[in-house]
């Protein structure tokens, strides 16, 4: 394909670094729709006869065929998937294969098949969180009055609804859909037509293979389009970032399904066993999903590292630039389908939960609080007491709602029967019922206008 410049072939290892088939060839499906799409705007043009036309799109329809139903058959000495689909074109028409290539180079034509892709791969990822998304909004709706303990520093902070604690990664799934659509629309350009680097002096319609493709509009300067690949770099941040999110959720659920904590038992369907200890239930597909993001946050350094200094206009390091893509989606992929699947079969434990929340003084701020507000105790003095009345209880080893009334009222004679009301784990959580608290009159409110921000009511 550019062999009339040279005298020998080249080396077998040259040969082997240079391939991209092995990983590129799951563009196919799109270098094809681009193909398809160029030579309609060629022959719209004039550029090539009508008659040629037809001919190279009948071809390229023949090949969509023959790849779906056998596969692409490597062959390193054809490079690309460019080149596989030209050959192909070749081998079925004959020379006439050679006119589809007018006014294009691979620059960009790789620029466009891999934005395509990405393209598709941002609306799989935008689909496969909003499933998360109402599964985590069935859950906490089912457990908006159910009580968990809530922490800081993994210590027991206050009790907070755990219908609550679902819809945080509610918020966090929906920053990251937005970080998704937010790439999709800046990426929405079509490099295709800017050439080798420099664009052409064929009289091509840039606009209308941009139409053809879907995109808003052709890209305005030929040596960015075929050297930008920040719509992959922004694929692979927000894909980070949302990684981050579920590795979170998943440590989450390991430390919950421990025995020590006890908070849920995760279902069969996402658990193994231990070849040597019968007892084990093992978090893995938890633990995985906590892996996975770490290597995704790997391919996007490796894509980044790979840009970092790369002179303008196309070189052949790009080519590096599909591996990390690739991968980061099928780990991700796999990763918000195991925590959906999590989420939705999880059997959470109640009542373990609440004999955490109900430990570990958690409803102190609540006491100093209605110190503040009953007793009128400036807070910095509320604080002083309550931490006497802790002390107390501690080492009376009992919680703040079994000490007496005596008791209380020996360490601050301003306590009065009413401080009962807010000490239980319940009272607490029901009392937080600023916008955005943990009170589930409050997360009620955000589950119902989560679902009608997904259209579900
Ligand atoms: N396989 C190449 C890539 O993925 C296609 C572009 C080749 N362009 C070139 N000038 N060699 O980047």
Request: hydrophobic residues 50%; neutral net charge; charged residues 35%.
């Given at each position: 394909m550019w062999g009339g410049r040279f005298a020998d072939g080249p080396?077998?290892?040259m040969r082997e670094i240079n391939a991209s088939i092995p990983f590129d060839k799951k563009l196919w499906r799109q270098d094809i729709r681009a193909s398809l799409a160029h030579v309609a705007m060629l022959a719209a043009q004039k550029i090539i006869e009508a008659e040629d036309a037809t001919q190279i799109i009948r071809g390229l329809n023949q090949i969509a065929q023959e790849f779906e139903a056998n596969g692409i058959t490597e062959n390193l000495d054809l490079e690309d998937i460019h080149m596989h689909v030209e050959a192909r074109l070749t081998e079925i028409l004959g020379p006439v294969a050679g006119r589809l290539h007018t006014a294009r180079s691979r620059n960009d034509q790789v620029a466009t098949d891999f934005k395509l892709w990405v393209r598709d791969a941002l609306d799989m990822v935008d689909a496969a969180l909003?499933?998360?998304q109402k599964a985590l909004l069935d859950r906490a709706e089912e457990h908006a009055d159910t009580v968990m303990p809530g922490f800081t520093h993994l210590q027991s902070a206050q009790p907070v609804s755990l219908g609550h604690h679902l819809m945080a990664y509610f918020e966090m799934?929906?920053?990251?859909?937005s970080r998704f659509a937010d790439a999709r629309t800046r990426m929405n350009e079509s490099p295709l037509g800017a050439a080798a680097l420099a664009g052409t002096g064929f009289t091509i319609d840039r606009g209308n293979t941009a139409q053809m493709l879907g995109f808003d509009g052709p890209t305005r300067n030929s040596l960015d389009s075929v050297s930008d690949r920040d719509f992959a770099l922004d694929y692979l941040m927000a894909a980070t970032q949302c990684s981050l999110h579920l590795s979170r959720l998943a440590e989450e659920f390991v430390i919950w399904a421990s025995q020590p904590f006890g908070f849920i038992s995760l279902p069969d369907s996402y658990s193994t066993g231990s070849s040597i200890m019968p007892q084990k239930r093992n978090p893995d597909a938890a633990e995985l999903v906590r892996g996975h993001s770490g290597r995704i946050a790997g391919a996007m350094q490796a894509l980044v590292m790979t840009m970092k200094g790369l002179p303008l206009a196309y070189s052949k390091d790009m080519q590096d630039d599909k591996p990390p893509v690739f991968e980061a989606h099928d780990l991700l992929g796999l990763s918000i389908a195991a925590m959906t699947g999590m989420i939705a079969e999880v059997e959470f434990r109640p009542a373990r939960m609440r004999e955490l929340a109900e430990s570990g003084f958690s409803t102190a701020t609540d006491f100093a609080d209605w110190l503040v507000r009953e007793a009128k105790l400036?807070?910095?003095e509320a604080h002083h007491v309550t931490g006497t009345v802790?002390?107390?209880a501690e080492k009376q080893n009992c919680g703040l709602s079994e000490l007496t009334l005596e008791q209380f009222q020996q360490i601050d004679a301003r306590i009065s029967e009413q401080v009962f009301d807010v000490l239980t784990?319940?009272?607490?959580?029901?009392s937080r019922s600023s916008y955005g608290g943990t009170a589930p009159i409050q997360v009620k409110a955000q589950i119902t206008s989560a679902r009608k921000v997904l259209g579900l009511e």
């Open positions: 080396s077998s290892v909003e499933e998360l799934i929906r920053r990251d859909r400036p807070f910095r802790v002390a107390l784990v319940d009272a607490s959580v029901a």
